[in-house]
């Protein structure tokens, strides 16, 4: 076996030959050369493993394929993929790719290297573009958090910042960390627990949370160096519906809630469950049931208040629940 | 061919010693009027082996679905038996865990005769515990007991209509176990089937959701179904106390959100605040009184309760003891 690698690249993936082929090409074209890149395969079907062959021929010996354990295992989820490639990784750092998404520069893995080892970092991310079917649809994925994020101009950088502790919570209020362009220290991903493996939705909203929590030192590159590909053909996240989503990122904050030391993160997370009670409340009244809405907007603004709970409080305040609500009573009775 | 009056639905997965008392329970029932759907969960070759052996001696009434070669989907007891609902053929379904068993031959025959008779849509029997052989407890619904038993039908000895206020007092305390659940199709149906995202306290989301959705509710007094308690579920025991409380958070959230009933609802509530304070609780026993205090004050908010009150107080001590120290 060749030297250590000084990064790895962990991608977790089921059923994409195409996209994954896409971004294995990127991960290839990196101007760092010392990397491994594990692609840790989730169950695909018989056709997919076939087109393994012809993707690997195009690569070198960096790349290593993980199939699942046993040859009729059913698929673990992301979050298991993703800690079995962590596990299996050499590098003292460690970079994440969704499988449907895309690196648009060559130079994101030797940044994030050599920016991480100069300033002595344990967690970098840079910024993210958004596409739809190939056109760019966002330019600047964490512009929302622009100041917080570049409060603190690294010297002798040109696009490197440090993302000091309160700024952290300021930051996550807008945006969640995004795994696309994600480089982390193995030691932090071991130390705060790696991905929840009970959660296959919003487990990256959970592991971005507590990352900023555990990290020394947090950089932020405000160069667009990865594509979130928003076309998605047939995700997990087709599979659960707006309101299940809602009800899963609620338990995914509630986790990181229990886990995470610093305060204002917690408040951050709490703030996340505040506001998917009043979509949740939202949708409710859609479906034409205000007691409902009006029950969740209450929770919401008793777990954190906000204008938009109460707002959505008062407009439920005096309406009457329709048909349903007074047939079900009939039929208690 | 007439379809059967009752399908019984079995979800297994590695367990052909349990799953060939169950269906022996099931080919005994003085019913003869059913289908046996019994879905296996990706078993081992050990278990499928021993199938071949199990059906030799069943009747074309039992069917096996094994899971398709290809199919890497993630499997789980709702998926298994939302897709035994799906494939079953009868007006009314009856459950059973892999593991547990009725104790009486009958089940199936009381149910369907009181259901038919009474228009009702939702039935279940008394439960008793064992463990290793022995009867733990002998009533598992014994807590609403009384609710329960307050309207007997004028024509059977044991079975009672319940409102879905003693439905509410039970759920209170008790889950409404799959063991002994007979339910007419089109009732699972409206209700929504089971939860497929979660595997963790479904059947208690489903209890609520059916309970809602019930136009009428009935309850044999007399223990049917016997739940083995020494060998727990091995999906159970793969969650930490800490996971457990969350997904039982998040199964709850899910029936709040689903149930049209204000009453359910307020239940759905209580029982998420017990959730905060039992994870406030292992909170504080980490040490993390702060996050402790964070999620007991949560929980009276969501509903005010002595407990949120005590376990605030308990999570204040340790803080001032703390300050208090050189």
Not at chain 1, 269 to 286: D, N
Request: glycine share 6%; net charge positive; with cysteine.
């Amino acid at each position: 076996m060749s030297t250590k690698p000084a990064v790895s690249v962990v991608i977790a993936t089921r059923d994409r030959p195409a996209s994954l082929a896409r971004l294995l090409r990127c991960v290839k074209n990196q101007d760092l050369r010392t990397i491994e890149c594990i692609v840790v395969d989730d169950g695909s079907g018989d056709e997919t493993v076939a087109a393994y062959d012809a993707i690997w021929a195009g690569l070198d010996e960096r790349f290593r394929l993980l199939l699942p354990a046993a040859p009729l295992q059913q698929a673990g989820g992301p979050s298991r993929a993703r800690n079995r490639g962590i596990n299996a990784a050499r590098g003292k750092f460690i970079a994440f790719c969704d499988d449907d998404d895309l690196w648009v520069r060559g130079d994101h893995l030797s940044v994030a290297l050599r920016s991480l080892e100069r300033h002595g970092g344990d967690l970098f991310f840079a910024n993210i573009q958004t596409s739809r079917g190939g056109r760019i649809i966002g330019a600047d994925f964490y512009g929302a958090a622009r100041k917080p994020l570049t409060r603190r101009p690294l010297a002798g950088e040109a696009d490197i910042f440090e993302v000091g502790r309160a700024d952290r919570a300021r930051a996550v209020k807008q945006m969640f960390l995004h795994c696309d362009s994600l480089v982390v220290s193995r030691a932090l991903l071991l130390g705060c627990g790696l991905f929840w493996e009970k959660l296959s939705m919003a487990e990256d909203r959970d592991l971005g949370l507590r990352l900023l929590d555990r990290a020394e030192k947090v950089l932020y590159r405000s160069t667009v160096a990865a594509e979130y590909d928003r076309t998605a053909p047939v995700g997990l996240c087709k599979a659960y519906s707006e309101d299940e989503i809602r009800q899963f990122v609620f338990l995914a904050m509630m986790h990181a809630e229990t886990q995470m030391q610093d305060g204002a993160l917690r408040s951050v997370a709490r703030g996340y469950r505040a506001w998917m009670l009043v979509e949740l409340a939202q949708s409710a009244r859609e479906a034409g049931r205000p007691d409902q809405a009006r029950e969740l907007a209450l929770q919401s603004l008793l777990l954190r208040p906000t204008a938009a709970a109460l707002r959505l409080a008062f407009r439920t305040a005096f309406a009457r629940e329709p048909a349903l609500g007074l047939q079900n009573r009939a039929q208690a009775n | 061919m007439q379809p059967p009056s009752v399908s019984v639905v079995i979800a297994t997965r590695d367990r052909p010693a349990c799953l060939r008392r169950l269906l022996q329970c099931v080919r005994d029932q003085d019913l003869g009027d059913f289908e046996c759907i019994v879905l296996d969960d990706g078993s081992g070759p050990e278990a499928t082996a021993a199938y071949d052996e199990i059906f030799k001696d069943l009747d074309a009434r039992f069917q096996l679905h094994s899971k398709a070669p290809d199919d890497r989907q993630p499997g789980g007891p709702s998926r298994m038996r939302n897709k035994g609902i799906a494939l079953a053929k009868g007006t009314y379904v009856a459950f059973c865990d892999d593991d547990d068993r009725w104790v009486r031959n009958d089940h199936l025959s009381t149910a369907v005769r009181a259901m038919t008779n009474h228009g009702a849509d939702l039935y279940f029997a008394a439960m008793q515990t064992s463990a290793r052989g022995k009867v733990d407890v002998s009533d598992l619904y014994a807590p609403a007991g009384k609710a329960l038993q307050r309207d007997r039908l004028t024509d059977e000895p044991d079975v009672y209509v319940v409102s879905q206020q003693a439905m509410a007092s039970l759920l209170r305390h008790r889950t409404l176990h799959t063991d002994t659940l007979v339910a007419t199709r089109k009732l699972l149906f409206d209700a929504g089937l089971y939860w497929e995202k979660t595997s963790l306290a479904e059947d208690r989301d489903l209890s609520f959701r059916i309970v809602d959705r019930a136009a009428k509710i009935l309850f044999r007094s007399t223990v049917v179904g016997e739940l083995e308690v020494s060998h727990h579920v091995s999906l159970y025991r793969s969650y930490a106390a800490q996971e457990k409380a969350l997904f039982a958070s998040l199964a709850t959230l899910h029936s709040e959100f689903e149930v049209r009933s204000p009453r359910l609802r307020r239940l759905a509530r209580a029982i998420r605040a017990w959730d905060l304070i039992e994870l406030s609780r292992q909170l504080l026993s980490e040490g993390k009184a702060r996050h402790a205090r964070e999620f007991a004050a949560q929980s009276f908010f969501l509903r005010p309760s002595l407990g949120a009150v005590r376990m605030l107080a308990g999570t204040l001590a340790p803080l001032k003891s703390r300050s208090t120290a050189p």
